[in-house]
Structure formats: C-alpha cells, structure tokens
C-alpha cells in the first residue's frame, strides 16, 4: 500500500504495475558500458545512491529516496557512495567512511545534509567536522583520529574506484544492480529517480526467477 501510495504521489508518468517493459534505455535510464560487481550478498540486489553532500540536488532528493527506502524488499540493500572529484567532494567522502567507522553515519546522514544547505556551514575543514561529529556522541579527537585514519582513506579510494568503474560524470545518481544508471537527466525529474529504480529492480527479479 505504501508504495502505491508513494507513486501515485510523485506523479510519475508511466505506470511501475504496467512493468518493466515500459521503460526506454536511453530515455529512463541508462545501461553502464560494462557492469560493475555489486558488493551485497548473493540473492541481493543492489541499489547504489552516488551522492556529495554538497549538491543542493542531491539534498533535494534525499526526502524522495529516504522514503522509498524504507518500502524496500529485503532482497534489496542500499549502499550509498560518496562522490570522489577532488576538493571538498573527497573531505565529504571522509566525513561520510568516518562516520560509518565510528557507528554514527546513519544518524548524522540527512542533518550533514541540512547543515551544509540550511545553516550555511561548508564543513570542509577537519576541525569543523569533528566538531560536528561531537553532536553524536563521539569526542572530537575520536573523530579527528576517524577522519585521518588508513581505514577511511582507503574507504575513500575504494569510492574512487567505483565511481571510475561506473563512469559517473555527475550526481545524484541510483545505480541499480551494478547495470543500470538512472539520473535526474533521464528520468526527466528528481522525484522521478526512485520510481524508475523500482520498475528496474523489479525487472531484475524477473529476470532472475526465469
């Protein structure tokens, strides 16, 4: 019912019952050049979320997806990737694998986004970080240590890597089982995306049970 609800509220403009077969590769979502390993358990199907806190798109999208993520089926997992294009993206990809190391991502993620695009803080120096992080339960110096430690520097190449492997030129982006790519761009709005992602993933299932 929630996902009825959800997609008739969004007005998207082609029926996700009609099926799959509705959607146009190139006109709602692109196929990646070569597919790109998924790193959910078998049996799962991945939906990734390429994102920069500092997108004021990517804030915009964020109360459309964070909804639609909780309608999930448990065959699906949500892995978000922080974009990696030098400058503060890469201090916000840390701030991002910091968070996840220290077990206070989840409850930061979305007032991360809101500091950046209400309050007016840039949160591109790793003292204003860690001051952030302060709010969350974690001393500053424990956030210090996370955000300049091996671990979440290579965290922060491992996203690198995958940006690069999926050819990623812009974001927001949901990138669903390592094959197919839907941006704003192709489904022609940002409330859009979620409902594309969802006709896809369940062509993947029925791809899958043939």
Same mark, same amino acid.
């Given at each position: 019912?929630?996902?009825?609800?959800?997609?008739?509220?969004?007005?998207?403009?082609?029926?996700?019952?009609?099926?799959?077969?509705?959607?146009?590769?190139?006109?709602?979502?692109?196929?990646? @050049?070569?597919?790109? @390993?998924?790193?959910?358990?078998?049996?799962?199907?991945?939906?990734? @979320?390429?994102?920069?806190? &500092?997108?004021?798109?990517?804030?915009?999208?964020?109360?459309?997806?964070?909804?639609?993520?909780?309608?999930?089926?448990?065959?699906? !997992?949500?892995?978000?990737?922080?974009?990696?294009?030098?400058?503060?993206?890469?201090?916000?990809?840390?701030?991002?694998?910091?968070?996840?190391?220290? &077990?206070?991502?989840?409850?930061?993620?979305?007032?991360?986004?809101?500091?950046?695009?209400?309050?007016?803080?840039?949160?591109?120096?790793?003292?204003?970080?860690?001051?952030?992080?302060?709010?969350?339960?974690?001393?500053?110096?424990?956030?210090?240590?996370?955000?300049?430690?091996?671990?979440?520097?290579?965290?922060?190449?491992?996203?690198?890597? !995958?940006?690069?492997?999926?050819?990623?030129?812009?974001?927001?982006?949901?990138?669903?089982?390592?094959?197919?790519?839907?941006?704003?761009?192709?489904?022609?709005?940002?409330?859009?995306?979620?409902?594309?992602?969802?006709?896809?993933?369940? !062509?993947?299932?029925?791809?899958?049970?043939?």
């Amino acid at each position: 019912m929630l996902k009825a609800l959800m997609v008739a509220a969004t007005g998207l403009v082609f029926s996700t019952v009609a099926g799959a077969q509705e959607l146009v590769e190139g006109q709602h979502y692109e196929r990646l @050049e070569s597919p790109v @390993e998924t790193v959910v358990d078998e049996g799962q199907i991945e939906v990734t @979320e390429a994102f920069w806190f &500092g997108c004021p798109h990517c804030y915009r999208l964020q109360s459309s997806v964070t909804d639609w993520y909780e309608t999930l089926e448990d065959d699906v !997992r949500v892995v978000k990737l922080p974009a990696t294009m030098g400058g503060d993206w890469n201090t916000h990809a840390t701030a991002f694998y910091a968070a996840e190391q220290l &077990g206070i991502e989840e409850d930061l993620h979305a007032d991360f986004f809101t500091a950046i695009h209400e309050d007016g803080q840039a949160l591109n120096d790793t003292d204003d970080i860690a001051a952030f992080f302060a709010n969350y339960g974690v001393t500053e110096d424990e956030a210090r240590d996370a955000l300049t430690s091996f671990g979440v520097r290579s965290d922060v190449n491992s996203a690198n890597g !995958r940006m690069r492997d999926m050819q990623l030129m812009g974001v927001p982006a949901l990138i669903i089982d390592g094959q197919y790519l839907v941006s704003p761009s192709s489904a022609g709005s940002l409330d859009n995306m979620p409902q594309i992602a969802e006709t896809l993933i369940a !062509r993947i299932r029925e791809e899958r049970a043939e």
